[in-house]
């Protein structure tokens, strides 16, 4: 795994650390085919973040073409062995159909998973599905709940969605957080 990791972080470094990486060249391309094969080597042997590297290689297209199904295969392999970032990679790609149909009770119980080992982004994302209603019943209460602990475990997305949803709350229900006493027992009260 290390020697791969080094090739593809040299790489990485030579065509620019960007999600998306230009064509590489003949030799770029020969040292990137050999990283991939001891990522492939050290996943089959249990390494779980040669399984998010290749993931992640054929998810951003890195060096080859861009393959969710390869992704796919591979974060699972590490999802399944606990990897948070595995994880939540799966999570996303289920949430927006990347290689795979839209499905949101997939997207949200490997988001659950992440979130139970804090990861600050699948934290968010709950806060997304909840503020949204995509697979679940909407709940703002929720959505804030999920976005105040993503922003405490730093993830800067969830205070522009918290922002978001706060000026959402005042337009369309300014008295959700406020208490509403209502007195009489008549309509002629």
Same mark, same amino acid.
Request: hydrophobic share 40%; aromatic share 10%.
């Given at each position: 795994?290390? +020697? ?7 790489? %990485? ?10 064509? +590489? ?7 990137? &085919? ?23 290689? $054929? ?7 861009? &393959? $969710? ?5 591979? $974060? ?5 062995? %606990? ?16 290689? /795979?149909?839209? &499905? ?23 806060? /997304?599905? $909840?503020?949204?209603?995509?697979? /679940? ?15 405490? +475990? ?17 337009? +369309?229900?300014?008295?959700? &957080? ?12």
């Amino acid at each position: 795994y290390d +020697l791969g990791y080094r090739v593809w972080a040299r790489i %990485g470094r030579a065509v620019g650390s960007g999600r998306e990486w230009p064509a +590489l060249s003949a030799s770029q391309q020969e040292e990137m &085919d050999g990283a991939i094969v001891m990522f492939q080597e050290a996943m089959d042997q249990g390494h779980i973040l040669a399984a998010r590297s290749i993931g992640d290689i $054929y998810f951003w297209g890195k060096g080859v073409a861009q &393959d $969710y199904e390869r992704a796919m295969a591979a $974060y699972k392999v590490g999802a399944e062995a %606990g990897d948070v970032g595995c994880q939540f990679a799966l999570g996303i790609m289920y949430y927006k159909g990347r290689g /795979v149909a839209v &499905d949101y009770e997939q997207a949200r119980a490997w988001f659950e998973k992440a979130a139970a080992q804090d990861h600050p982004h699948a934290v968010g994302q709950l806060g /997304v599905m $909840y503020g949204e209603g995509n697979g /679940v019943t909407p709940s703002w209460r929720r959505a804030r709940e999920f976005y105040k602990r993503a922003i405490e +475990l730093g993830n800067s997305r969830a205070v522009e969605n918290m922002q978001d949803l706060t000026e959402l709350i005042q337009a +369309l229900a300014p008295l959700m &957080d406020q208490r509403v006493e209502i007195h009489g027992t008549s309509r002629t009260d």
